[in-house]
T-cell receptor, first 110, second 110 residues
């Protein structure tokens, strides 16, 4: 699995966009980038994944740089319920074996 | 569609006791896994299974056994509980890209 680096914590105002960065400089050409989040004491929740192109779903957008060495998860209009630990994961050839680092604690403030 | 269910939600064991944590999924996923999460840390993979009858070790397998007799069920057995196994245990099932996590079992070993 490629190592990922995330800031330990971030703050965001409610209603504003939250941009969570992740560095994965050792990623190889066929490895996906996954994002999960864990709201206090609950099981982690899948958010989004991508390979090369930017991806968007109902929860978030994922922007991957052209060299694929970093990515940004964007929550377009953060709410208080988005307060959680966000994990950026590069698990190898499939999304089935995940290695969780310490993630980024996102706090959305009113 | 219940997703991934885990029982019990809470358990207290004495050192040396054994028990089985239950996990079931109704999504017909081949891949299932068990993680543990210690306070303030990310999840660590204990054991995983790629289908009925097939299991393998993850990052922290010592002290735990698993078996997979059906697609739906993936129980985790603690052979002789130790205080170091005090943790929150999450079960997950996966299609190729997304992992779905259960609500967790909070285990305390005294």
């Amino acid at each position: 699995d490629a190592k990922t680096t995330q800031p330990p914590s971030m703050d965001c105002a409610e209603g504003r966009a939250a941009n969570l960065p992740c560095n994965h400089s050792t990623i190889s050409g066929n490895e996906y980038v996954y994002w999960y989040r864990q709201i206090h004491s609950q099981g982690p929740q899948y958010i989004i994944h991508g390979l090369k192109n930017n991806e968007t779903n109902e929860m978030a957008s994922l922007i991957i740089t052209e060299d694929r060495k970093s990515s940004t998860l964007i929550l377009p209009h953060a709410t208080l319920r988005d307060t959680a630990v966000y994990y950026c994961i590069v698990p190898g050839t499939s999304g089935s074996r995940l290695t969780f680092g310490e993630g980024t604690q996102l706090t959305v403030n009113p | 569609n219940a997703g991934v269910t885990q029982t019990p939600k809470f358990q207290v064991l004495k050192t040396g006791q054994s028990m089985t944590l239950q996990c079931a999924q109704d999504m017909n996923h081949e891949y299932m896994s068990w993680y543990r999460q210690d306070p303030g840390m990310g999840l660590r993979l204990i054991h995983y299974s790629v289908g009925a009858g097939i299991t393998d070790q993850g990052e922290v397998p010592n002290g735990y056994n698993v078996s997979r007799s059906t697609t739906e069920d993936f129980p985790l057995r603690l052979l002789s509980a130790a205080p170091s196994q005090t943790s929150v245990y999450f079960c997950a099932s996966s299609n190729l890209y997304e992992q779905y996590f259960g609500p967790g079992t909070r285990l305390t070993v005294t």
